[in-house]
């Protein structure tokens, strides 16, 4: 009967071994096929990091407080919504994300570079903005009396404190480049891939 106990236990710390490694190997698989599916997810984005200059007029207004972009997706929408592949529709997913070129770019001297990601099979959708505090009449002007600038629009956004200027956000294209109708009607600049 001893014997029998013993060799009972002697089986059950097979069992628990072999359960134990199992589920040992299988997070291990688990951890390396994620690491290996974001590997492949970012070789196969295929971006690159492109640089143009914007040259401003003088007398850029003082209230102008950044010049930004709106890198709104990779691809155009009638391609991502026709003939694009899942992993495609992915990398063409709406990112609406603002990135900064220039704070205080009354400050600047001489041109403002932008540095931005284009996709070498979609191409990139997106459009340029400025932020102001205060009267924007003045940096629409601004903008207006720019020969390579249309399409200029302005947007007031949320006060932070009730008791600070007005701000606005002016958006514009630049005739140069591109341009992009998305499905919501929306004129974006888009760069087509190289």
Same mark, same amino acid.
């Given at each position: 009967?001893? /014997?029998?106990?013993?060799?009972?236990?002697?089986?059950?710390?097979?069992? =628990?071994?072999?359960?134990?490694?199992? +589920? !040992?190997? @299988?997070?291990?698989?688990?951890?390396?096929?994620?690491?290996?599916?974001?590997?492949?997810?970012?070789?196969?984005?295929?971006?690159?990091?492109?640089?143009?200059?914007?040259?401003?007029?003088?007398?850029?207004?003082?209230?102008?407080?950044?010049?930004?972009?709106?890198?709104?997706?990779?691809?155009?929408?009638?391609?991502?919504?026709?003939?694009?592949?899942?992993? /495609?529709?992915?990398?063409?997913?709406?990112?609406?994300?603002?990135?900064? =070129?220039?704070?205080?770019?009354?400050? +600047? !001297?001489? @041109?403002?570079?932008?540095?931005?990601?284009?996709?070498?099979?979609?191409?990139?959708?997106?459009?340029?903005?400025?932020?102001?505090?205060?009267?924007?009449?003045?940096?629409?002007?601004?903008?207006?009396?720019?020969?390579?600038?249309?399409?200029?629009?302005?947007?007031?956004?949320?006060?932070?404190?009730?008791?600070?200027?007005?701000?606005?956000?002016?958006?514009?294209?630049?005739?140069?480049?591109?341009?992009?109708?998305?499905?919501?009607?929306?004129?974006?600049?888009?760069?087509?891939?190289?």
């Amino acid at each position: 009967m001893i /014997e029998q106990l013993v060799s009972g236990f002697g089986s059950l710390e097979v069992v =628990v071994d072999t359960t134990l490694l199992v +589920a !040992l190997a @299988s997070a291990v698989w688990t951890v390396v096929s994620r690491l290996v599916q974001a590997v492949n997810f970012q070789l196969a984005l295929r971006t690159r990091e492109i640089e143009f200059a914007l040259e401003p007029k003088t007398g850029i207004p003082e209230n102008i407080t950044s010049l930004n972009y709106l890198l709104i997706r990779y691809g155009n929408d009638t391609y991502l919504s026709t003939l694009a592949s899942d992993q /495609e529709r992915h990398h063409g997913r709406l990112r609406n994300k603002i990135i900064c =070129v220039a704070e205080n770019p009354s400050s +600047a !001297l001489g @041109s403002l570079m932008v540095k931005l990601r284009l996709h070498k099979r979609l191409g990139t959708q997106f459009k340029f903005f400025v932020d102001v505090s205060g009267d924007p009449k003045q940096a629409i002007d601004y903008l207006a009396s720019h020969d390579t600038i249309e399409d200029v629009s302005c947007k007031e956004r949320p006060k932070i404190n009730a008791k600070d200027p007005p701000r606005y956000r002016i958006f514009f294209l630049l005739n140069r480049l591109d341009k992009e109708k998305t499905v919501d009607g929306h004129i974006n600049n888009f760069l087509y891939p190289v």
